[in-house]
């Protein structure tokens, strides 16, 4: 026992001496990992604006019920519901929040119950022997017609791989990285001073703590660049500057390394996709689309059809994207210019892709061609616009000519 009693002494001893020590430099400035999660992963600025890009062009998507045809079902009850799923979610802000948590989770359980969708959390899922999925959330277990598990597929058969799986080691490193530097610049650069002295210190000696206690005041009170401080000093005592152990350049090589594999995470080849928005937003946007989106709509197409229709229906739920919505105003104009010359705003198509209203007539619902104003695919359509007859006009005028 009087050796244990000695021991702790002893811890208790240091201890004091620690805490004493500490205090004095009670400016150490620490810095640890960053652990990525639900709450801090959007911190990430590249992370955030990918995410952006592909769940924007999601929710700007036109949902519609369709036949085997392909037919449009306009007063499907289904679309009431994508249209007002919930009471605290809009459609948009659903299908964007679906989409992130798709892209980040790996998965997602929308929950159809009577005339309201949710996004069911924490859902526990398992096979039984006869291979039907079942689904719980705590203890009490979901019918499996009320939710679906969509899932981004990786190589489990029954659970979905998403950015906080894949890039996780990625993440945390890069957004470590980031709050490095963040933190130093918000902090005005972190500059640290070595205060030398030739005695050792002391806890005992009250003289030499206070002096200690005095230079660190003084050190501490320099808060800008401006600042000149003149500390005198007595023998024994002398102060150098620190250099930091942060070097800005090595970070920033790493971050313009890292940052970019974050993208291929999710579907996306940074490179390829920045240099295509500095010069063809069209393509780039093409590009995302292609890449990342469509399968993202395909699979959801799949999973809300099951989830409204049940698997022997004839009805689809099909989501459209008019990529136009993506392209600058001076391409639309551009586009209507080839399509017809005689006025940018005929046919109705050109009118609505440039924010115009639809007349709704016969002929600015019409295609036409060059500034003949022709009908495309009409028999004799040039002398009927000319005349408006059946063609026979033309030539009847030509003659009286």
Same mark, same amino acid.
Do not use: C
């Given at each position: 026992?009087?050796?244990?009693?000695?021991?702790?002494?002893?811890?208790y001893?240091? /201890?004091?001496?620690?805490?004493?020590?500490?205090?004095?430099?009670? *400016?150490?400035?620490?810095?640890?990992?960053?652990?990525?999660?639900?709450?801090?992963?959007?911190?990430?600025?590249?992370?955030?604006?990918?995410?952006?890009?592909?769940?924007?062009?999601?929710?700007?998507?036109?949902?519609?019920?369709?036949?085997?045809?392909?037919?449009?079902?306009?007063? #499907?009850?289904?679309?009431?519901?994508?249209?007002?799923?919930?009471?605290?979610?809009?459609?948009?802000?659903?299908?964007?929040?679906?989409?992130n *948590?798709?892209?980040?989770?790996?998965?997602?359980?929308?929950?159809?119950?009577?005339?309201?969708?949710?996004?069911?959390?924490?859902?526990?899922?398992?096979l039984?022997?006869?291979?039907?999925?079942?689904?719980?959330?705590?203890?009490?277990?979901?019918?499996?017609?009320m939710?679906?598990?969509?899932?981004?597929?990786?190589?489990?058969?029954?659970?979905?791989?998403?950015?906080?799986?894949?890039?996780?080691?990625?993440?945390?490193?890069?957004?470590?990285?980031?709050?490095?530097?963040? #933190?130093?610049? *918000?902090?005005?650069?972190?500059?640290?001073?070595?205060?030398?002295?030739d /005695?050792?210190?002391?806890?005992?000696?009250?003289?030499?703590s206070?002096?200690?206690?005095a230079?660190?005041?003084?050190?501490?009170?320099?808060?800008?660049?401006?600042?000149?401080?003149m500390?005198?000093?007595?023998?024994g005592?002398?102060?150098?500057?620190? =250099?930091?152990?942060?070097?800005?350049?090595?970070?920033?090589?790493?971050?313009?390394?890292?940052?970019?594999?974050?993208?291929?995470?999710?579907?996306?080849?940074?490179?390829?996709?920045?240099?295509?928005?500095k010069?063809?937003?069209?393509?780039?946007?093409?590009?995302?689309?292609?890449?990342?989106?469509?399968?993202?709509?395909?699979?959801?197409?799949?999973?809300?059809?099951?989830?409204?229709?049940?698997?022997?229906?004839?009805?689809?739920?099909?989501?459209?994207?008019?990529?136009?919505?993506?392209?600058?105003?001076?391409?639309?104009?551009n586009?209507?210019?080839?399509?017809?010359?005689?006025?940018?705003?005929?046919?109705?198509?050109?009118?609505?892709?440039l924010?115009f209203?639809?007349?709704?007539?016969?002929?600015?619902?019409?295609?036409?061609?060059?500034?003949?104003? *022709?009908?495309?695919?009409?028999?004799?359509?040039?002398?009927?616009?000319?005349?408006?007859? +059946?063609?026979? +006009?033309?030539? =009847?005028?030509?003659?009286?000519?």
């Amino acid at each position: 026992m009087g050796l244990r009693d000695s021991f702790s002494n002893f811890l208790y001893k240091q /201890a004091e001496k620690r805490g004493w020590f500490e205090d004095i430099y009670s *400016s150490t400035i620490r810095y640890g990992g960053r652990y990525v999660s639900d709450d801090n992963i959007l911190e990430s600025s590249d992370v955030y604006e990918l995410l952006q890009d592909i769940s924007n062009q999601m929710m700007l998507a036109e949902i519609v019920v369709e036949d085997l045809e392909g037919n449009e079902i306009r007063n #499907d009850p289904a679309l009431r519901v994508l249209k007002k799923p919930n009471h605290y979610l809009t459609s948009s802000e659903f299908i964007k929040l679906m989409t992130n *948590s798709y892209l980040l989770q790996g998965e997602v359980f929308p929950v159809l119950d009577a005339t309201q969708l949710h996004l069911a959390a924490n859902v526990y899922t398992e096979l039984d022997e006869r291979l039907i999925e079942h689904y719980k959330i705590g203890s009490t277990e979901i019918p499996a017609f009320m939710i679906r598990h969509i899932k981004n597929i990786g190589t489990d058969h029954l659970k979905g791989v998403g950015l906080l799986q894949l890039g996780k080691n990625t993440l945390e490193g890069v957004m470590s990285a980031e709050k490095v530097l963040t #933190d130093k610049y *918000s902090k005005g650069g972190l500059l640290a001073f070595l205060l030398k002295l030739d /005695a050792h210190i002391n806890p005992q000696n009250a003289a030499q703590s206070k002096l200690i206690k005095a230079i660190l005041d003084q050190l501490e009170a320099i808060d800008e660049s401006r600042s000149v401080k003149m500390i005198p000093l007595g023998k024994g005592y002398s102060i150098d500057t620190m =250099k930091s152990t942060i070097e800005d350049d090595k970070i920033l090589a790493y971050l313009n390394v890292y940052k970019k594999d974050l993208g291929k995470f999710l579907g996306v080849n940074v490179d390829t996709y920045i240099s295509l928005t500095k010069s063809d937003l069209e393509k780039a946007m093409m590009y995302l689309h292609n890449k990342a989106v469509k399968p993202i709509m395909k699979n959801f197409e799949d999973h809300l059809s099951l989830l409204f229709f049940g698997p022997n229906s004839e009805k689809r739920i099909k989501f459209k994207i008019n990529i136009l919505d993506f392209v600058p105003y001076s391409t639309k104009t551009n586009i209507g210019y080839n399509i017809v010359r005689t006025g940018i705003t005929s046919p109705d198509n050109v009118a609505d892709m440039l924010g115009f209203p639809k007349q709704n007539t016969p002929e600015t619902q019409a295609v036409y061609i060059s500034n003949d104003l *022709s009908k495309i695919g009409e028999k004799n359509a040039t002398d009927d616009s000319l005349k408006g007859g +059946d063609g026979n +006009d033309k030539e =009847k005028g030509t003659e009286d000519n």
